[in-house]
């Protein structure tokens, strides 16, 4: 698969990643901003760790909200799906019918 090299600012250093040229540069820097925000949000929230606990922190984080999210939109399937069989046309054969005689 074809790649492109994108350069990234993140909490002050320069990297360069490959890039599958099927997700658009907006996107993966809508990550890059999201997960920098989280190593930022962690930083206030724990001070100074070493990289190795940052990154893990991080990484539980998005996990947990990864996680969270997924339960939320499992949740909402199982609405939809259910609003779904209400609103389906009910099968001709099985309705009782009515008759009106004058």
């Known amino acids: 698969m ?3 090299e994108i350069e990234v600012h993140i909490l002050g250093k320069n990297f360069n ?8 540069t907006e ?3 809508e990550i890059v901003d999201f997960v920098e925000n989280k190593f930022r ?4 929230e724990a001070g100074d760790l070493d990289s190795f606990r940052m ?10 909200e990864f996680f ?3 339960k939320e939109n499992e949740k ?3 609405v939809l799906t259910n609003i779904d069989r209400m609103i389906a ?4 054969a099985k309705q009782s019918s009515i008759s009106f005689s004058s």
């Open 89 to 92: 046309p009910v099968d001709p």
């Open 2 to 4: 074809k790649s492109k």
């Open 55 to 64: 990154g893990l922190l991080v990484s539980i984080n998005i996990t947990e």
């Open 41 to 44: 949000k962690i930083k206030r």
């Open 27 to 29: 996107d993966f820097l």
């Open 17 to 24: 990643f490959n890039v599958p040229e099927n997700i658009k």
């Open 76 to 78: 909402l399937r199982a």
């Open 68 to 70: 969270r999210l997924k």
